[in-house]
């Protein structure tokens, strides 16, 4: 279910901008007496990248005329769709929902669809349903490419050992990360580059440049962390313990995001046949800018947040304005072509990070210890 290219150029961020500033506001307190214009869910708080879309929500929406309420899923497809029955409940016009599983949160919009709720998908596509209108997204094919990049970049000769961790099969963005990856590291595995270290089922397809989904979701099947710290941390102990002494040393590591990288790092790092190890992330979360800057986390591959958050407002005051949203993309969710707005990142490591993140604003420089 690859990502289709209609690429129609860039939209002035402005414009989006200003289709927020002056009337949009927080509300846990929406749907008070009236209707509510803005229902958005999101997949768990005890992830902060999640936690982040949140505040990031709350600072745009702080002085609007629109009535938004922010709910949470907690990992629960359950929690998911009784989240959205209460919007709609409320009155909710549009809804913007990044799923906890992309298929299964097909019955949810279904149901906010059903009652003429405009869908939007936020971050992550829902899939195998029609029920959707719009989705606003980073472009995850060129996350995966990035922190495929950065491993080969900072690969020094030839036999290094390669290790692969994914994220959760039920999120299409798994899939895509993971693609892109593979699009940079494929020919540096083909070519001697790198050994993979832990996956007999990437090794079966290691000289094949392009994989079926359902080829990804082999490889997937076997390294995925689910996007849980701890079975990332699990599984990299079970890695390096069944790893000979060839697979070790100076070693690579492709993690999918932040939290499960700081998780495999401290297992790597306890580790005395491992000398050194370069390892991806994504996300620029707090703990691993600090990771960052203390050499623990090698990159991260920022996507900022409140772009994200202006792309999905902007989109919903256009439908509640009864104006046409501008799309950037379509990307197939397995039942049609979703007209989509895609956002570029940004590869953060030790040489940017104060310039990508602290002199930007996005986050304030009291909150690190040993930046210089
Ligand atoms: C998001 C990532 C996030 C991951 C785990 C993905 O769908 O794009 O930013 O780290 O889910 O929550």
């Not at 009784?82 to 809804?95: A, C, F, P, Q, R």
């Not at 007209?339 to 602290?358: F, G, R, S, W």
Request: with cysteine; charged share 25%; proline share 2%.
């Amino acid at each position: 279910m690859g990502r289709k290219l209609k690429a129609l150029g860039l939209l002035a961020t402005a414009v989006l901008t200003l289709g927020i500033v002056g009337c949009s506001s927080e509300g846990a307190s929406g749907g008070g007496g009236g209707d509510l214009d803005v229902g958005i869910v999101l997949p768990t708080k005890d992830e902060p990248r999640w936690v982040q879309d949140e505040t990031r929500f709350k600072d745009a929406l702080a002085d609007s005329d629109y009535t938004t309420e922010i709910l949470f899923s907690q990992g629960s497809s359950a929690k998911e769709k009784e989240n959205v029955e209460t919007l709609i409940s409320k009155g909710m016009d549009v809804l913007i929902i990044a799923p906890h599983d992309g298929t299964a949160a097909g019955s949810a919009v279904e149901a906010a669809k059903d009652e003429g709720i405009t869908v939007i998908s936020y971050d992550r596509l829902i899939t195998d349903t029609e029920a959707i209108d719009y989705y606003v997204t980073f472009d995850s094919v060129a996350v995966g490419e990035a922190q495929g990049q950065y491993l080969v970049d900072n690969a020094d000769g030839t036999g290094v050992p390669l290790y692969l961790y994914a994220g959760a099969a039920s999120d299409n963005n798994a899939f895509l990360f993971f693609e892109g990856a593979w699009n940079v590291l494929q020919p540096k595995i083909a070519d001697g580059t790198f050994v993979i270290a832990n996956s007999s089922e990437a090794e079966a397809l290691k000289d094949k440049a392009d994989l079926s989904r359902e080829e990804l979701g082999s490889i997937l099947g076997q390294v995925t962390t689910n996007w849980d710290p701890s079975e990332a941390k699990n599984k990299a102990e079970t890695h390096l313990t069944s790893a000979g002494s060839d697979l070790k040393g100076d070693v690579s590591i492709l993690a999918p995001n932040d939290g499960t990288a700081r998780s495999i790092a401290d297992v790597f790092a306890t580790d005395g046949a491992i000398s050194d190890y370069t390892i991806t992330g994504q996300d620029a979360e707090k703990a691993s800018i600090q990771y960052i800057i203390d050499g623990k986390q090698s990159m991260t591959v920022f996507k900022d947040v409140r772009t994200l958050v202006t792309d999905a407002m902007g989109m919903a005051v256009d439908v509640l304005d009864g104006n046409t949203p501008e799309t950037t993309a379509t990307y197939d969710n397995g039942s049609m072509e979703v007209e989509a707005k895609q956002t570029d990142v940004i590869v953060v490591d030790q040489d940017n990070v104060k310039a990508e993140l602290i002199d930007s604003g996005y986050y304030e420089a009291s909150e690190f210890s040993g930046l210089e």
